[in-house]
């Protein structure tokens, strides 16, 4: 076990993490942060611990003796273990007994839709997730189940799936099988893809559903070879896939791929064998660069205990955290309407808003603004966000391949792009 899964797992016991500044108040604003730190999905909020404490810890800095509303920023950090029931007991720990108003999390769909109608929608406190991408959250939105209380700084799968099916066939899959998790992400992930990727004249052969944490997964992976399919596409998280591909290429599977986002992790490349992955391509969610973005790709390779910039919900959850930060700010009180409220108000184009960017100094900067009572908009890591009615932005797609275990960036489809597929297809 790594030194970071180590002092990882010792804050999840519960402890809050307090980044320690010079010249800092003496009270701390503690906001939790429910994310997988085993499980499936634990390398995801492994990254996603590390972005909080280096935000967290550029914002006191930037806010030095006066504090974020007069006290210092810290999170206490629990782990779901990539399991709905263990996250939702978590959260209610942190809302119930330790009166949090705004939470970080989860990273899976499967975690943060029964956080959100479980406990924190209930409960009138904020949830911001840096990586849960199901359709489902804007449908609950739209049923006014999340109340306004769900923000996510990661574009919805409805977006994704068309990318994905259109990046599918200009790479001259047009023919394959698929293999997908089976949980709300998988489910509506491959809905979307489908819906798209048949319209524009790809043919599915199989459609599988594992079940996570499965010891095997041999007969999952001799179903979708069935008819022997030129092509996979791989739909889940990098801790059962690297099983699942390692499975399927001992069956005499293709080489050729198509991932979803998260699978372009360094652990399951490795695990895989980069040599086996030569023809694997990828979307995810992407980013218009910013200083926000040079800045994190030279901060946080530094402070991560081995993660570097492009690892998977990495860039989103530092967005995530700045933005609760300055939202704190500009409430000028640790009360969750009052954040709720802020986190549009830091984001929003409104007129005359001042750019702000990431980093001690681009914080200090939003920091006199938001004192000075001026309007201020944070352009972060992954670019100018905006948040719906129901907490969902819209963005650009990252189109991606592996090359000798690297990855490497091949295109972008933007949101105008996915849209005009979009306009495409049939209707539902």
Same mark, same amino acid.
């Given at each position: 076990?790594?030194?970071?899964?180590?002092?990882?797992?010792?804050?999840?016991?519960?402890?809050?993490?307090?980044?320690?500044?010079?010249?800092?108040?003496?009270?701390?604003?503690?906001?939790?942060?429910?994310?997988?730190?085993?499980?499936?999905?634990?390398?995801?909020?492994?990254?996603?611990?590390?972005?909080?404490?280096?935000?967290f810890n550029d914002l006191n800095a930037a806010a030095g003796a006066e504090g974020i509303a007069g006290c210092r920023l810290g999170f206490d950090l629990r782990?779901?273990?990539?399991?709905?029931?263990?996250?939702?007991?978590?959260?209610?720990?942190?809302?119930?007994?330790?009166?949090?108003?705004?939470?970080?999390?989860?990273?899976?769909?499967?975690?943060?839709?029964?956080?959100?109608?479980?406990?924190?929608?209930?409960?009138?406190?904020?949830?911001?997730?840096?990586?849960?991408?199901?359709?489902?959250?804007?449908?609950?939105?739209?049923?006014?189940?999340?109340?306004?209380?769900?923000?996510?700084?990661?574009?919805?799968?409805?977006?994704?799936?068309?990318?994905?099916?259109?990046?599918?066939?200009?790479?001259?899959?047009?023919?394959?099988?698929?293999?997908?998790?089976?949980?709300?992400?998988?489910?509506?992930?491959?809905?979307?893809?489908?819906?798209?990727?048949?319209?524009?004249?790809?043919?599915?052969?199989?459609?599988?559903?594992?079940?996570?944490?499965?010891?095997?997964?041999?007969?999952?992976?001799?179903?979708?070879?069935?008819?022997?399919?030129?092509?996979?596409?791989?739909?889940?998280?990098?801790?059962?896939?690297?099983?699942?591909?390692?499975?399927?290429?001992?069956?005499?599977?293709?080489?050729?791929?198509?991932?979803?986002?998260?699978?372009?992790?360094?652990?399951?490349?490795?695990? !895989? $064998? &980069?040599?086996? %992955?030569?023809?694997?391509?990828?979307?995810?969610?992407? @980013?218009?660069?910013?200083? +926000? =973005? /040079?800045?994190?790709?030279?901060?946080?390779?530094?402070?991560?205990?081995?993660?570097?910039?492009?690892?998977?919900?990495?860039?989103?959850?530092?967005?995530?955290?700045?933005?609760?930060?300055?939202?704190i700010a500009h409430a000028g009180k640790f009360e969750a309407a009052a954040i709720r409220d802020g986190i549009r108000r830091v984001t929003g184009p409104t007129?005359?808003?001042?750019?702000?960017?990431?980093?001690?100094?681009?914080?200090?900067?939003?920091?006199?603004?938001?004192?000075?009572?001026?309007?201020?908009?944070?352009?972060?890591?992954?670019?100018?966000?905006?948040?719906?009615?129901?907490?969902?932005? !819209? $963005? &650009?797609?990252? %189109?991606?391949?592996?090359?000798?275990?690297?990855?490497? @960036?091949?295109?972008?489809? +933007? =949101? /105008?792009?996915?849209?005009?597929?979009?306009?495409?297809?049939?209707?539902?």
């Amino acid at each position: 076990m790594n030194k970071l899964l180590i002092s990882t797992l010792a804050l999840a016991a519960g402890a809050a993490f307090v980044p320690a500044q010079a010249q800092s108040p003496s009270c701390t604003h503690t906001v939790g942060m429910v994310v997988s730190l085993t499980g499936a999905a634990a390398r995801f909020g492994q990254a996603a611990s590390k972005s909080v404490e280096l935000a967290f810890n550029d914002l006191n800095a930037a806010a030095g003796a006066e504090g974020i509303a007069g006290c210092r920023l810290g999170f206490d950090l629990r782990d779901a273990q990539s399991q709905g029931s263990v996250a939702v007991d978590q959260a209610r720990q942190l809302v119930d007994l330790k009166k949090v108003p705004a939470i970080v999390g989860g990273i899976i769909s499967s975690v943060s839709i029964p956080i959100v109608t479980s406990v924190t929608a209930p409960a009138g406190v904020v949830q911001i997730s840096p990586a849960s991408t199901s359709p489902t959250l804007t449908r609950l939105g739209n049923e006014g189940t999340t109340k306004g209380w769900f923000f996510r700084t990661i574009t919805s799968d409805a977006l994704q799936g068309t990318a994905a099916a259109k990046y599918a066939l200009d790479q001259g899959m047009n023919t394959l099988a698929v293999i997908h998790v089976n949980n709300d992400f998988g489910v509506n992930m491959i809905a979307e893809f489908r819906r798209a990727y048949e319209a524009l004249g790809g043919k599915i052969v199989s459609v599988t559903p594992y079940n996570q944490g499965q010891p095997s997964y041999a007969a999952e992976v001799t179903n979708a070879l069935k008819g022997d399919p030129p092509a996979l596409y791989f739909i889940g998280y990098p801790g059962d896939g690297t099983t699942v591909i390692r499975t399927w290429l001992q069956q005499g599977g293709t080489r050729k791929f198509l991932f979803n986002d998260g699978m372009n992790a360094a652990d399951f490349v490795k695990g !895989v $064998g &980069p040599q086996f %992955l030569n023809d694997a391509y990828g979307t995810s969610s992407g @980013t218009n660069r910013t200083p +926000s =973005t /040079e800045y994190f790709a030279k901060a946080y390779p530094a402070m991560s205990g081995g993660f570097d910039a492009g690892a998977p919900a990495a860039d989103r959850a530092f967005d995530a955290a700045a933005i609760l930060g300055l939202a704190i700010a500009h409430a000028g009180k640790f009360e969750a309407a009052a954040i709720r409220d802020g986190i549009r108000r830091v984001t929003g184009p409104t007129p005359g808003a001042e750019v702000v960017h990431a980093g001690p100094e681009g914080f200090k900067r939003a920091l006199q603004l938001i004192k000075e009572k001026k309007p201020v908009r944070y352009v972060g890591v992954i670019g100018a966000v905006e948040f719906d009615r129901n907490g969902d932005i !819209v $963005g &650009p797609f990252r %189109l991606w391949r592996l090359v000798n275990g690297e990855v490497t @960036t091949v295109g972008q489809m +933007s =949101t /105008e792009d996915v849209q005009a597929v979009q306009a495409r297809l049939p209707p539902r």
